[in-house]
Structures are given as structure tokens and as C-alpha cells.
């Protein structure tokens, strides 16, 4: 199938519900350039995507939310977001699974992501429902990470912190990789933060 055909029933997904324990407040709404981290997250999703994005929330959702206001795509509420971010990712895929024939799932805190990085993931999709397009980076494999609809019922099924990345060493799906190292750049604490602002500046 050409590139261009399923693209319009791929949808962004940007997992924005956690407590980021570790950052000491709610980590989504800490700005970078002025500009809350999941909005630029979800700005880069809808700038990939459209309407045709997602943004799961739960921990202080109407704040995180609200910093998306107005926004393209539309939301959903994480009840169980303390559980893990595989309860994230089971939410999303349970409510796209009869509309979507991929999903990119993204993170919040994945500061440095472009939407031209997840337009290049879009664009090397064959359309099949076994191949996945992965990020690579430092030596890894992981997020953004495009999940066929092949894998929505193991997606749906995900609890805890397991966040489909034993997918990518199932034998029943081609992993297909795009190198974009900034992906390596997350956010964990205020001080990552600060280095990342430090660094873009200089």
C-alpha cells in the first residue's frame, strides 16, 4: 500500500497523564521557551496530524489540558493514570482501535521532538499492519514509536509501566528504525529542564 493511503486514519498520540514524581510538580505544564511542554507536544502532533490527535491526561487534568486550549484534537481522562503509563497507552489504543489504523504514540516530556520527525515516521509507513516505526537514539529503540493496528490488541491490554516495547522484539512485526537522536533529551527533573534551555540557547 502507498504511504499516502492510511494516512488519514493514523493518529498522534501524546501521553500527557503521569504525577512526575521526580520534577516535584506537574512536569506538563513546565514551560520550555515560554511554552508548557505538553502543549509543545501537542502542537507537534496536531502540526503532524490534524484533528486526528490525541492527548491522554490525568494527573491535574484540567491544568494540563487547559495549557492545550484550544486545540485540534481532542482528549481523554486516565482514571488509573497512577498505575503506569501502560494504563495510558491501553486507554488511547481501546478508544481509537474503530477509527485508527496506526497510532504514534508520544511523550510529553520528549522536549526536543520535531513535528517534521514524527511527518518522517507517517511517511515511512507502508500501511501494514505489521510494521512498526520506532525512534532511535542513543544506542536504543523507543518513542516516538508508530504502532500498527496489529498490535492494538496487546496495546489495549497494557497495565502497569509496560509501554509496548516488547513489541519491538515480537517476531510477528517488522521494526523499521528512524535515527533522530534529540529524541535521547527528556525531561525528568527541574534541572533537566534548565540544561535543555541553556543548551538551546547557546
Known amino acids: 500500500m502507498a504511504a499516502h493511503g492510511p494516512i488519514s ?22 514551560e520550555l521557551g515560554g511554552v508548557p511542554l505538553v502543549r509543545r507536544a501537542a502542537n507537534i502532533a496536531t502540526g503532524a496530524c490534524g484533528s486526528k490527535t490525541l492527548l ?22 486516565n482514571e488509573h493514570y497512577a498505575d503506569g503509563v501502560g494504563t495510558s497507552i491501553a486507554a488511547a489504543t481501546r478508544s481509537l482501535q474503530q477509527v485508527a489504523r496506526a497510532i504514534i504514540v508520544m511523550l510529553a516530556d520528549q522536549a ?4 517534521e520527525h514524527v511527518k518522517a515516521m507517517c511517511d515511512a509507513w ?6 512498526i516505526i520506532a525512534t532511535a537514539y542513543s544506542d ?9 493496528r496489529g ?4 496495546l489495549s491490554g497494557l497495565r502497569g509501566d509496560a509501554g509496548g516495547r516488547h513489541l519491538l522484539t515480537d517476531g510477528r512485526f517488522r521494526v523499521r528504525k528512524i535515527n533522530f537522536e534529540p529524541a535521547a533529551v527528556d525531561v525528568d ?6 540544561q535543555i534551555s541553556r543548551n538551546a540557547r547557546s
Open 140 to 148: 536504543t529503540v523507543g518513542a516516538p514509536v508508530l504502532f500498527p
Open 9 to 30: 486514519q493514523l493518529f498522534a498520540v501524546v501521553l500527557a497523564a503521569g504525577s512526575a514524581t521526580r520534577f516535584g510538580s506537574t512536569k506538563q505544564l513546565a
Open 126 to 131: 507502508s500501511g501494514a499492519d505489521d510494521e
Open 112 to 115: 526536543m521532538i520535531t513535528t
Open 189 to 194: 527533573t527541574p534541572d533537566d529542564l534548565t
Open 56 to 77: 491522554v491526561v490525568g494527573h491535574d487534568w484540567k491544568a494540563v489540558s487547559h495549557a492545550c486550549d484550544p486545540s485540534q484534537g481532542f482528549l481523554i481522562v
Open 151 to 154: 498490535c492494538f490488541t496487546e
